[in-house]
């Protein structure tokens, strides 16, 4: 595998989803888990998420569509706080789950709505239902 892919992907992968949650990733490789640590990182951040043709935010927007609709709940919430890291406002995070609903059925819209709403109020970017 390639060394500088790798850390051109740790790179990519901290500034999305942050030190402490690549941290904790890093600390809880072991050997059963090792390669596929390096694989995503390489791959999917180094590869992937560190070519030129997207920006990071438009990335991060795909991300949730995706997510969405494969209904990975942890994943979409980690997601949602490194699409706000990209710069992703609260507003293209709401059409494009709005998008997710109608595309990948209603189900899928309303846990996405669900758990980006609490995101969003936990990291104080639109005001706490009442």
């Excluded at 901290?14 to 390096?38: C, K, S």
């Excluded at 991300?63 to 710069?87: D, K, S, T, Y």
């Amino acid at each position: 595998m390639s060394e500088e892919l790798y850390q051109r992907g740790l790179e990519i992968r901290r500034a999305v989803l942050g030190d402490d949650y690549v941290e904790r990733a890093i600390r809880n490789v072991d050997d059963f888990n090792r390669d596929f640590q390096r694989l995503l990182t390489e791959y999917c951040w180094g590869a992937v998420w560190g070519r030129e043709g997207l920006s990071r935010k438009q990335r991060s927007l795909n991300n949730l569509c995706i997510l969405a609709a494969l209904n990975r709940a942890q994943e979409f919430e980690l997601h949602v706080r490194g699409a706000l890291r990209n710069g992703c406002t609260p507003e293209e995070i709401r059409e494009t789950l709005l998008q997710v609903a109608v595309y990948a059925g209603m189900p899928a819209g309303v846990e996405a709505f669900r758990i980006a709403h609490r995101v969003l109020t936990e990291e104080g970017r639109i005001p706490a239902s009442g």
